[in-house]
């Protein structure tokens, strides 16, 4: 099978990688990264929607897979099905679950998907009546797509309300011409991702993102320090109540909205009590957590993205191992606000130890062809194991030797479950 991949992260690569080396397939990248060159055919200088769809005419790939949401909120997955070409994800239509959080959030009203308070506002004075009436509702985020970074959790009314106004007066550009206000909740945060074709799906697993910058869930928003699956907390009997609760009405919702989704639903979930609310809906896989779920999964993925983006969807489970994986994400100097670019990345000349991979991220060659940081979150080192201990200790044993000048990263990745281990 030829499948082109779009995107050119940390979670492309990991994409890409699984593709070719674990399910042997002829894999394709658009832009792709240097990093990719190895195992996959790159295609720098693409970027755009019409530059993919007149690539896949060229190449007439079995599949095409968009990492990064952009591209599906844009069409990608309409162009390119006019064109015949098999896409997984959904289309632009479908796709609002993911590019409009106050579609998302109307939509699970309507559908009874358990959810928090909200509130759609696109001025000061309607944010300003809705906090008053809703003092809890400390969450504020840009409508539009912003890089995984339109969101302010706040601790005061005054504070939330800052928030909205920094959003509303463009700092986030259109994305935040619409604001969404809602309810703060409480609990540990879970990322749970399926494979889905219209009514159909398979469990692709769950996985803990690390979102904020410091240790100890200090500092600002990233697109993501870190993660590590599968979640402990997300017991048998947990997942059953997400899959009634949470998936299966939201494929069923969109199917009697004339809207079927196909593609990866990653679902944002808070366990308030135990119970799982959504946070966010998400048409793509998460990143970092794409790279430790596939570190999970054994042969066969490529089949049954084939036959999802086809309708032709089974119920066989996708092969897991019994093991884990932890992911920590190094980043630039100056990440998330001014990432600086251009450090020397000699670490990535030597082949990681087993049980580690190293998924580059924001890399690019210079003149003289040494590859260098280019990006924010430059490169995500991924540890596997037959527990978590054993995964973490892997990953951070290999930290020191890719780490590059004025890198960052999180020492505490899977903190929370460890501690209690």
């Not at 997955?77 to 609002?96: K, N």
């Not at 997300?234 to 004339?258: N, W, Y």
Request: aromatic share 4%; proline share 8%.
């Amino acid at each position: 099978m030829k499948i082109l991949v779009v995107g050119s992260g940390a979670r492309e690569h990991a994409l890409a990688f699984h593709l070719a080396a674990v399910d042997r397939e002829e894999v394709l990248v658009a832009p792709g990264n240097p990093c990719m060159e190895g195992f996959a055919r790159v295609s720098p200088g693409v970027s755009l929607v019409a530059d993919v769809v007149a690539l896949a005419r060229s190449e007439r790939p079995d599949l095409v897979l968009s990492g990064p949401e952009g591209p599906l909120v844009e069409g990608l997955a309409d162009a390119l099905g006019a064109a015949g070409i098999p896409c997984l994800g959904p289309g632009r239509e479908a796709a609002r679950l993911e590019g409009s959080k106050g579609f998302a959030r109307a939509f699970m009203a309507r559908h009874g998907v358990p959810s928090p308070a909200f509130e759609v506002v696109t001025d000061l004075h309607a944010a300003r009546r809705f906090l008053d009436a809703h003092p809890t509702a400390l969450v504020v985020k840009c409508d539009g797509l912003a890089a995984g970074k339109g969101v302010a959790v706040c601790d005061s009314p005054e504070e939330a309300l800052a928030a909205a106004e920094a959003m509303l007066r463009g700092r986030f550009g259109d994305a935040g011409q619409r604001v969404v206000l809602e309810e703060r909740l409480r609990g540990p945060e879970v990322s749970f991702h399926v494979l889905a074709s219209g009514a159909r799906f398979k469990v692709l697993g769950s996985a803990q993102d690390h979102k904020r910058l410091l240790d100890g869930d200090q500092g600002p928003n990233t697109g993501g320090m870190g993660a590590y699956a599968p979640v402990p907390l997300v017991t048998p009997a947990l997942e059953r109540e997400i899959l009634d609760s949470v998936v299966r009405p939201t494929l069923q919702g969109m199917i009697d909205e004339g809207t079927p989704f196909q593609g990866i639903l990653f679902v944002g979930l808070m366990l308030v009590d135990g119970r799982p609310k959504v946070l966010e809906y998400n048409v793509r896989f998460g990143d970092p957590e794409c790279a430790v779920l596939l570190a999970r999964l054994g042969p066969g993925l490529s089949r049954a993205l084939l036959d999802a983006a086809r309708g032709a969807l089974d119920d066989a489970p996708l092969s897991h191992s019994s093991g884990a994986a932890l992911g920590v994400v190094l980043a630039a100097e100056g990440y998330p606000d001014k990432p600086l670019q251009g450090a020397a990345l000699p670490g990535l000349s030597t082949p990681p130890p087993e049980g580690v991979r190293v998924h580059p991220a924001g890399v690019r060659r210079d003149p003289s062809g040494r590859l260098v940081a280019a990006g924010g979150r430059v490169l995500l080192v991924v540890g596997t194991g037959p527990d978590l201990t054993v995964a973490r200790q892997r990953a951070y044993q290999h930290l020191p030797a890719v780490a590059f000048p004025g890198c960052r990263y999180r020492t505490d990745i899977g903190w929370q479950v460890l501690a209690g281990m």
